[in-house]
């Protein structure tokens, strides 16, 4: 059974099922694909629960909306009080502050549920959250709190370090969920969000372990270098097992769409031994590498699919990515490139991408670039 965290008078499973990112029935991968195999799905919420993954995390645009009725449903079959359902506000969604209550009832009646146990204010930052202080959103889940429709509040963030500083001393806080990895240890300030939180007695829930699979496809010299080091261990542990050193990180959310993908992280994190020095300094030592690539820190959370002209944004990044980090010739990421169907050439620059971009991304500005890059 996967390792358990305390977490106030229960424990919390240290793997977490993330729904951004589930199985699809089309078999090219588009951006927020709508299409979830349930079937699929399903199966793999199963091997979760019966090996202890108990913490489920959704959001209201993931699969187009379609993430909270899919965990909903792959959930009702199981006792509600053996697990735990994760949701979030996205305020961006709500013109007006009565349409937080409009968002609310619908995530209850997608999921089929009666309370959410963890409830976020999705990817704040400086904007969003000065919105939630204007439409009073803090004081509205306290009162869903008082309802029994929510059993802990907390944010998922995406800003600067003044940012989170301001959010912490705002209010009272359950948890907190930050984008952490051995990548963005450095490069997005995670060593210094995460230890702003520990201090503050918050506990962490980290998302995009693994950088949206890009930590689990790194270069050759990566590869030897970390199956030197364990040669009997997948690449993708040393991303999990990075963060799942942290004492203060509860659960690691991971958007597994695969029973390889679920049974290699139950494998990481089953019977886990934090890694020592020299196995944290192998993790760093890759970062370094990394970052000699040139490579645009897309996650592919697609939260920028909802483009005028339908630019696939990160599938291009993906294309340009995959040359740079040396999985793909110049021809073959080319290739790549000319089989999607909204080019970099359609971009019209209006901003609306860059503006959902939790990376923040200079969207417009990359794309501009790559059409040149690829033409």
Known sequence: MVDRRKFKDTEVSLLGLGTMRLPCKTAIKREANPLIDYKKGQELVDIAYENGVNYYDTAYMYHVGKSEKFIGTALKKY???????????????????????????????????????????????????????????????????????????????????????KIIAAHHWDFAQIQMNYLDW???????????????????????????????????????MFKKAKPEKSITSWAMGFVASLD????????????????????????FIPFNEREMKIC?????????????????????????????????????????TGELSMEEGRALYNKIDYKA????????????????IEIPKKIKELNSFFE
Request: aromatic share 10%.
């Open 284 to 324: 760093t030592n890759a970062a370094a590498m990394l970052n000699k690539n040139d490579v645009i820190p897309c996650t592919g959370c697609d939260y920028c699919a909802d483009c005028p002209k339908h630019v696939k944004i990160s599938s291009i990044f993906s294309a340009y990515n995959k040359i740079k």
């Open 79 to 165: 006792p509600r009080d053996s697990y735990f359902l994760a949701d979030k506000l996205p305020i961006w969604m709500c013109p007006k502050k009565a349409d937080m209550e409009k968002v609310f009832k619908k995530q209850l009646d997608r999921t089929g549920h009666d309370y959410f146990d963890f409830y976020l204010l999705h990817s704040l930052n400086k904007e969003n959250f000065e919105k939630c202080e204007a439409f009073g959103a803090y004081d509205f889940l306290c009162e869903k709190q008082r309802q029994g429709k929510i059993k802990n509040i907390g944010f998922s963030f995406h800003g600067t370090i003044e940012d989170l500083k």
């Open 345 to 360: 050439d359609v971009c019209i620059e209006c901003g609306k991408c860059a503006n959902h971009c939790p990376q923040a």
């Open 248 to 271: 203060n990180v509860l659960t690691i959310l991971s958007g597994m769409n695969s029973p390889e993908q679920l049974f290699d992280n139950l494998g990481t994190l089953t019977d």
């Open 186 to 224: 450095k490069n997005q300030d995670a060593e210094t969000q995460y230890n702003i939180l520990t201090d503050a007695g918050i506990p962490v829930i980290v998302m995009e372990p693994v950088r949206g699979g890009k930590l689990a496809e790194v270069t050759s010299d990566i590869e030897e």
